[in-house]
């Protein structure tokens, strides 16, 4: 990866000094989005069940695309935080800014910012915060060395004290997008961490499959005290931070309360997929040998058959897959419910990026099965637990929606 990278940087070096533009040099030698996928319009859609069985409204408005929110440790009220990095309180009445860290992030593309943050387990004591997000860099140049980072920061008087902020962990990447970025405490001083592939199209780098690489991975390390370290002992080195690979983009992930790890990996071309395995089975998803339940072909018109993983293939498949017809472009997850709408407990929901759609699974005798609960119309970004346990929809735009049985 380092010697990838330095090809890169040489290569727009020699470039720029020839006169050609660094961002013309960046838009042509380095290809992030995949071809066949555009991104919308970003304007508001608002949120409109298309099933009697639910309605919603407005919960909150914020200034741009919430990424997620937490019930805070201690006090009744919710934490949200924003992808142009900035963190509020919501106790019902009033929405309260904690802090605004956009100074230390990235946001050249529409898959940077501030990405996730998790109290730390011993909040009532370290008044600290853990933050994900892609690091600073200068858009204007076309830069593509923006790497993602884990960080400490206290709170002091209820703010960011942005002085305290500490860099625990950087991982280099070569393309703007698929960032992953969620954070999950494990309450026991024990964290998870999703990071993407490192971007581009059909994983260029063989990330996906490359154990000893952290790209494409659930990470999981132990914090205390401004450090962390891996809870793996295996290897002895930064492979150790590996708890799972060949993921795509896990944009969200949740456990239950039964230890399952859920994956929502979005997927490239043809299909999205929800991955679910014990938080401790180490697994390897499969990508970029495989998109969801089928043999990766990036010349795939999408009407491929699913095939089955052969014994010695060491892979797991996801539990459900759906492919992009109909609108469909990008998984989102999604929580293992066992809050909220009565109608949707002990189920896992996850939604469709571009189409709204929201579905549930369900354990059933004969396996793991998928349902629509309702098309809400939104560009979905995320879910999220108000402070009353309400089920909320991130929009895009800004809207945050509440989900209820009507």
């Not at 533009?21 to 290809?31: E, K, R």
């Given at each position: 990866?380092?010697?990838?990278?330095?090809?890169?940087?040489?290569?727009?070096?020699?470039?720029?000094?020839?006169?050609?533009?660094?961002?013309?040099?960046?838009?042509?030698?380095?290809?992030?989005?995949?071809?066949?996928?555009?991104?919308?319009?970003?304007?508001?859609?608002?949120?409109?069940?298309?099933?009697?069985?639910?309605?919603?409204?407005l919960y909150l408005?914020?200034?741009?695309?919430?990424?997620?929110?937490?019930?805070?440790?201690?006090?009744?009220?919710?934490?949200?935080?924003?992808?142009?990095?900035?963190?509020s309180s919501w106790?019902?009445?009033?929405?309260?800014?904690?802090?605004?860290?956009?100074?230390?992030?990235?946001?050249?593309?529409?898959?940077?910012?501030?990405?996730?943050?998790?109290?730390?387990?011993?909040?009532?004591?370290?008044?600290?915060?853990?933050l994900t997000y892609?690091?600073?860099?200068?858009?204007?140049?076309?830069?593509?060395?923006?790497?993602?980072?884990?960080?400490?920061?206290?709170?002091?008087?209820?703010?960011?004290?942005?002085?305290?902020?500490?860099?625990?962990?950087?991982?280099?990447?070569?393309?703007?997008?698929?960032?992953?970025?969620?954070?999950?405490?494990?309450?026991?001083?024990?964290?998870?961490?999703?990071?993407?592939?490192?971007?581009?199209?059909?994983?260029?780098?063989?990330?996906?499959?490359?154990?000893?690489?952290?790209?494409?991975?659930?990470?999981?390390?132990?914090?205390?005290?401004?450090?962390?370290?891996?809870?793996?002992?295996?290897?002895?080195?930064?492979?150790?931070?590996?708890?799972?690979?060949?993921?795509?983009?896990?944009?969200?992930?949740?456990?239950?309360?039964?230890?399952?790890?859920?994956?929502?990996?979005?997927?490239?071309?043809?299909?999205?997929?929800?991955?679910?395995?014990?938080?401790?089975?180490?697994?390897?998803?499969?990508?970029?040998?495989?998109?969801?339940?089928?043999?990766?072909?990036?010349?795939?018109?999408?009407?491929?058959?699913?095939?089955?993983?052969?014994?010695?293939?060491?892979?797991?498949?996801?539990?459900?897959?759906?492919?992009?017809?109909?609108?469909?472009?990008?998984?989102?997850?999604?929580?293992?419910?066992?809050?909220?709408?009565?109608?949707?407990?002990?189920?896992?929901?996850?939604?469709?990026?571009?189409?709204?759609?929201?579905?549930?699974?369900?354990?059933?005798?004969?396996?793991?099965?998928?349902?629509?609960?309702?098309?809400?119309?939104?560009?979905?970004?995320?879910?999220?637990?108000?402070?009353?346990?309400?089920?909320?929809?991130?929009?895009?735009?800004?809207?945050?929606?509440?989900?209820?049985?009507?």
């Amino acid at each position: 990866m380092i010697i990838l990278q330095g090809k890169a940087i040489v290569v727009l070096l020699l470039l720029v000094s020839a006169g050609i533009s660094a961002q013309h040099v960046y838009d042509t030698y380095f290809v992030e989005d995949e071809p066949r996928f555009q991104w919308p319009e970003k304007v508001e859609i608002p949120c409109n069940p298309d099933s009697l069985d639910y309605d919603c409204e407005l919960y909150l408005q914020v200034s741009s695309t919430p990424v997620k929110s937490l019930l805070h440790p201690i006090r009744e009220e919710v934490w949200i935080a924003e992808l142009d990095g900035k963190i509020s309180s919501w106790d019902g009445v009033l929405l309260t800014e904690i802090g605004n860290v956009s100074q230390i992030i990235s946001r050249c593309h529409n898959e940077q910012g501030l990405l996730g943050f998790e109290f730390t387990h011993n909040f009532a004591y370290s008044r600290e915060i853990l933050l994900t997000y892609t690091e600073d860099a200068d858009c204007e140049a076309g830069s593509n060395l923006s790497s993602v980072v884990v960080a400490s920061v206290k709170i002091v008087d209820g703010k960011i004290a942005h002085e305290t902020v500490v860099e625990l962990r950087k991982i280099a990447k070569e393309n703007r997008n698929h960032n992953g970025g969620n954070i999950h405490s494990m309450s026991d001083g024990t964290y998870l961490w999703s990071v993407g592939d490192g971007g581009g199209s059909n994983d260029p780098y063989d990330n996906g499959q490359n154990l000893h690489n952290p790209l494409g991975t659930i990470q999981y390390f132990a914090y205390d005290n401004k450090t962390i370290q891996p809870v793996l002992q295996q290897y002895g080195n930064d492979t150790d931070y590996v708890l799972h690979h060949g993921l795509r983009n896990p944009w969200k992930f949740d456990v239950d309360n039964q230890g399952r790890l859920w994956i929502a990996d979005v997927g490239q071309y043809c299909y999205e997929e929800v991955n679910v395995v014990d938080l401790l089975d180490q697994s390897n998803f499969g990508w970029s040998v495989r998109e969801g339940m089928h043999v990766f072909d990036p010349n795939d018109d999408c009407t491929s058959s699913p095939e089955p993983l052969a014994d010695n293939d060491n892979m797991t498949d996801p539990i459900i897959e759906y492919p992009h017809t109909g609108g469909n472009c990008s998984i989102t997850g999604g929580f293992w419910m066992d809050w909220g709408p009565e109608s949707l407990q002990s189920s896992y929901v996850y939604g469709d990026f571009c189409t709204g759609t929201i579905w549930n699974i369900v354990e059933t005798d004969s396996g793991w099965e998928s349902s629509i609960v309702t098309n809400v119309g939104t560009y979905i970004t995320g879910f999220g637990q108000g402070i009353n346990d309400e089920l909320l929809i991130f929009s895009w735009t800004g809207e945050i929606y509440h989900l209820y049985e009507s």
